[in-house]
Every structure is written in C-alpha cells, then in structure tokens.
C-alpha cells in the first residue's frame, strides 16, 4: 500500500550531531544504519519533533542545538499529502527554552496545529522496560498514545497536573476553601475528560488488537485501566464522573491534606497489558516477547489512529530489530505494508533489515551526515 502521506525531505541545522545536513525521500521506508553514536537515532528524535510534546528523548528544548554553537537549532521538513505538498519546521532560537512551529512560512498558533498534517508514533529502546517499569511510565506512553487521537489530550493532562499542584498547596497552607471549591471544580473537568479519553483509546485498542493481530507473531493482547476509585465503579458519563470527583476531592481534604497530596485522580491510574495467548502479565514475558507485545500494541494503535482521523502516522522506530526473532521480523516487516505508512528505522546492522529488500531505502549515517546507500 503506497502511504498517502510521504516525508519526501528533512532538512537539519545545528541539531545535535548534525551541522547542516538534508535528506530527500521516496514512498518507501527508510532503514538508517551506521555505528554507535552516528546520529540515527537523533535524526528520528528529528522528525519526533514534528508532532506536539518534547519528542522521543523527552529532552529540554535547550539541549537540541549542536554542541559549541549559539543555542539555535531547526528541523525542516516537506510532506506530500493528498492536497498537496506542506512545509512543516520547528525549532528555538539562541537561549529559548520553548520551540516555534512554522506551518507553510507562517507562525503557527501552537503546536498541536502540526496534528492537521501529519501524526507520529514511535518505540524506543528507552520503551523496553514499559510493561515492568514505572505506573508513571506506562501513564505517560498511554497518554502520548491518546495523543494521537486527540491532539490536545497532553495539554489537558498537563493543566490538571497543574492543578493537582495548586490544591495541594493550598492544602498545605490551609487555604480559603472557596478557592479549593473552585481548584476542584476545575481539576474535576479535566479529570473526567482524561479518563475517559484514556479508556475510549484502551477499548478501541482492545477491539483492534484481537481484530488484527490476534495470531501470529505480536500476541494478543488484553488491556485494562486500574481503578479509579477502591470502592466503586466510574459512572458511565463524563458528568457523572466530574460532579463525583469534585464531591470526593472535598471530601478527602483532610486526608489529602495529612498525605502531602492528592490521593485519588487520574494522576494515579495505571493500566495493565495481558498477555492473552499465555493469560499472563505482560511484565513475566520474555525481552523478545514484551517487545513483540509493545509492537503489536503500537501497530495496532496506529491502525486506529489512520481509522479515526483519516491520518496513517508515521512509525519511528530505533532499533527494534535487535531483540526480534527473524520470524518476527519478517512479521513486522510484513505488517508494516498493511498500514500505508511510511516506517523510519535504525540499527547498526544492514543484515537485521535484509527481509524489507526494496520495501525500504537504506542510508548510512556517520557522524551527523549522510552516506549512499552502503
Ligand atoms: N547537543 C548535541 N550536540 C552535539 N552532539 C550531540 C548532542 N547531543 C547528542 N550528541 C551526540 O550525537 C551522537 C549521536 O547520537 P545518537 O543517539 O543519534 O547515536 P546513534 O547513531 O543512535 O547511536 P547508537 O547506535 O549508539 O544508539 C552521540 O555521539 C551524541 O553524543
């Protein structure tokens, strides 16, 4: 399936190990290969940055620019989209601690107006740990996922965040309970867009998953959001949830007051990731087997994405085949076709991405530049 919409050039200045550096690209997939620290995967941290958020590192927009230089940095790139081609750049000028996004020459409002062109998924090496990990973690990768669909899912996690921050201080101070009402009211909105956003996603996801990648190489997997609350259900409407939280949230003052925080929200949800074919936890799986789970979830996930936003996202992916069998693999390879987008992969090693043969374009990188194809 030719993807509808192609990265057909990227352009790099001052970004980390890349001085001045382009690329022009076809329809087919690109495999970036070359030694350690060559910059694969900073240029697929690169192209992260064409979608809202901090990209695949989570680094400070400040660390970006080329070590030595004065501080700016960008990345440019073209799209050919089914209305035609687009222009997309972002970066930060010297001493900038946020980024600019550049839509077609112009400013744009913010950076979620990047999610009109183009959505991006990615797995990382960083990910390898995500089922054994942190709650935070798999909260923060499920939330990028959501993201996706919902371009400013991020922000309202962000601001509930904020507010969390607020009630707890001012609980600490023993603040005027009319502005903790109102702190509350406010935290109980977000809060119940959150959760429900989060457990729309998981439920399409689970419906996708058994659909698609039931069998085979990337098993089955069952997906659950850990309560909300201990002792009862989440109403089934957003307002329901909302006028509930705000009830329990002034309710538990005292108690939250006495732990230092907010004990109940959407800040403490996790969600659990089952192996079905083997019933298990996906955190007793195999290196190989958590990999191939968390690619069946983000392949599916992409499917949902093109399904509901008409929008195929791209795929980064840094060094995934490392931990494959080749049969997974070629699995992977193979999947990749079904969903009209464009892949962009690393690896240290040509042969691991022989099984692509001319699906792919393949560049060797050294030192921040590009080389033929080796
Ligand atoms: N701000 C920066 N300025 C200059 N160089 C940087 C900056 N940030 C990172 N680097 C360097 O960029 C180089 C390439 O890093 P990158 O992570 O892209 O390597 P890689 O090709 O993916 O290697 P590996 O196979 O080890 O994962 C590293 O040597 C790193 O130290």
Same mark, same amino acid.
């Given at each position: ?104 020459? +112009?400013?744009?409002? *913010?950076?979620? $107006? =990047?999610? &009109?062109? %183009? @959505?991006?998924? !990615? ?109 009862? +259900?989440?109403?089934? *409407?957003?307002? $329901? =949830?909302? &006028?509930? %939280? @705000?009830?329990? !949230? ?109 699906? +792919?374009?393949?560049? *060797? ?10």
């Amino acid at each position: 399936m030719t993807p509808a919409r192609v990265l057909v050039r990227l352009r790099l200045n001052a970004f980390r190990n890349y001085m001045t550096a382009a690329l022009d690209l076809g329809p087919r997939h690109l495999v970036l290969v070359g030694p350690n620290g060559a910059g694969k995967t900073n240029l697929l941290e690169a192209i992260s940055l064409l979608s809202p958020g901090r990209g695949l590192r989570r680094a400070g927009f400040e660390t970006l620019a080329a070590h030595g230089s004065d501080g700016a940095w960008a990345v440019a790139a073209t799209l050919d989209t089914p209305d035609g081609p687009v222009d997309l750049g972002t970066g930060s000028g010297p001493g900038e601690t946020g980024r600019r996004v550049r839509i077609n020459g +112009a400013n744009a409002r *913010a950076v979620e $107006a =990047l999610s &009109a062109y %183009l @959505r991006i998924l !990615w797995i990382t090496p960083a990910m390898d740990g995500l089922f054994t990990g942190p709650a935070a973690e798999r909260r923060r990768f499920l939330d990028r996922l959501v993201t996706t669909l919902i371009p400013d899912h991020s922000a309202s996690v962000g601001e509930f965040e904020k507010l969390m921050r607020q009630r707890n201080r001012l609980l600490e101070e023993d603040g005027d309970p009319l502005w903790l009402g109102a702190i509350e009211g406010q935290m109980a909105e977000r809060a119940s867009a959150i959760h429900f956003a989060r457990a729309d996603c998981l439920a399409h996801l689970q419906g996708l998953i058994a659909e698609t990648l039931g069998a085979g190489a990337f098993p089955a997997a069952g997906l659950a959001l850990t309560q909300l609350f201990e002792d009862m +259900a989440v109403p089934e *409407a957003p307002d $329901a =949830l909302e &006028a509930l %939280l @705000r009830m329990r !949230w002034q309710q538990d003052r005292a108690l939250d007051r006495a732990a230092g925080r907010t004990l109940l929200g959407p800040h403490r949800i996790d969600f659990e990731v089952v192996h079905a074919q083997k019933n298990m936890p996906a955190a007793l799986g195999s290196t190989g087997e958590q990999k191939a789970l968390l690619i069946g979830l983000v392949l599916a996930h992409a499917r949902l994405v093109r399904q509901m936003t008409g929008i195929a996202p791209f795929l980064l992916l840094d060094e995934i085949a490392a931990h494959l069998d080749p049969a997974r693999r070629a699995a992977l390879f193979d999947a990749l076709e079904g969903l009209g987008t464009q892949a962009f992969m690393t690896g240290t090693d040509p042969v691991l991405f022989a099984a692509l043969g001319a699906r +792919a374009q393949t560049i *060797a990188v050294r030192d921040g530049r590009f080389l033929a194809e080796p």
